[in-house]
């Protein structure tokens, strides 16, 4: 009788060893294959669903191994998303990423371009994401939040002037056009702020010769907003830099018609009439009666590269007092005189004309 005692608990230790070799065997990785394989795990769904179509996607051995591991872990939760898994994975392992909720991030890259503005962005925007270009502009226009970034001294280039009242969107000139990768699920404040981060970034080495300009960091991007749609070279940008600082100096005016164009919410291309050129806005530096002259914009007309910044910075040394560019080719062409102006201005239209 003891003889087939100790053969029956011979047999359930051994029965017992392989049914733990089998479970073992069953919660390895299903393969080697490192390859990656896209998992939905939908909302709502039971850990036994999860563990079925785990099974039925070939990421796993075998489903009721799988639900002996959770009769046993009844701690284990899981959250809905998508995941990135792979059959070289341990079942539990996957369980674990599901509990963390450690789900694929999917992310969209977008191009933000020097000369655009603020409308601009917010179509690039609402083209990628889930952001419509009006919350978009309700963000870069909100101007409690701004208030706060001012109060707080979040940026160091952020400053009241933002906020007159006069100023047709606070945030324009100050969102650096660059190349940004995001989340699919960002926020328009998200992408605002990583706009004003790489802003910081740019200007952080101009940071000591702006400070000690005479003009503030808002003209100083004003002028620069002007400069990159005028000029495309950074010598050419230069050379318009001293136009426009010896004209304000002067007491002239700019007489920029980028700033018309942006005064009167005009695209660039488009007919400016004369009473778009007489329109009484803070941005028309087109005006004749006086009310412009020795005077910048009230702010920025687009966002600027940082050439263009550090061309405001760093006016060219010459004599120029006017320019005209070919709007077909870029190309832009300085003059001392008045005379030598007109005398382009007529070539370049009839070129125009011809063609």
């Known amino acids: 009788m ?28 299903k393969s080697s294959e490192e ?11 039971s850990k036994k669903a ?35 898994l792979s059959p070289s994975m341990r079942p539990e392992e996957m369980f674990e990423k599901f509990q963390k909720g450690d789900v694929k991030i999917v992310t969209e890259t977008i191009t933000f371009i ?27 226009n909100d101007k409690e939040w701004i208030q706060e ?6 940026y160091w280039f952020l400053t009241d002037e933002v906020l007159n009242p006069e100023i047709y969107y606070p945030l324009e000139g100050y969102l650096y056009p660059d190349t940004y990768e995001f989340k699919e699920n960002v926020t328009s404040k998200e992408i605002v702020t990583a706009l004003l981060n790489q802003t910081e970034k740019k200007l952080e080495p101009l940071k000591s010769q702006i400070e ?8 100083l991007l004003t002028m620069a907003s002007i400069i990159e749609k005028e000029a495309n070279s950074s010598e050419d940008r230069e ?53 412009m002259n020795g005077k910048l914009p009230i702010g920025p007309i687009c966002n600027s590269d940082i050439t263009s910044v550090t061309a405001a910075l760093n006016p060219s040394d010459t004599n120029y007092y006017y320019f005209v560019a070919n709007v077909c080719t870029g190309e832009v062409f300085f003059s001392e005189t008045h005379q030598e102006f007109l005398q382009k201005v007529y070539e370049l239209q009839s070129i125009c004309d011809q063609n």
């Open 149 to 154: 970034l001012v109060d707080n001294g979040t």
């Open 114 to 140: 020097e000369g655009e503005r603020l409308t601009d962005y917010a179509k690039r925007v609402s083209v990628l994401f889930d952001i419509t270009s009006e919350e978009f502009m309700e963000t870069v």
């Open 50 to 84: 999860v563990a079925n179509k785990l099974e039925d996607a070939g990421l796993i051995r075998n489903r009721y191994c799988m639900y002996a591991y959770l009769f046993f872990n009844p701690e284990i939760s899981i959250q809905a998303g998508d995941y990135e």
């Open 35 to 45: 390859r990656i394989v896209a998992f939905t795990v939908e909302a709502g769904s």
């Open 212 to 219: 000690g300009h005479s003009y503030s960091v808002h003209q």
């Open 239 to 291: 050379k318009a830099s001293q136009v426009f600082w010896k004209r304000l100096t002067a007491g002239d005016t700019l007489g920029s018609d980028v700033t018309t164009y942006y005064g009167v919410r005009k695209v660039m291309g488009e007919d400016l009439t004369y009473m778009d050129l007489e329109n009484h806005n803070p941005y028309n530096t087109r005006l004749t009666d006086g009310t």
């Open 2 to 29: 003891k003889k087939v005692l100790i053969i029956l608990i011979c047999l359930v230790i051994l029965g017992g060893l392989g049914a733990l070799g089998y479970y073992n065997y069953e919660m390895s990785p």
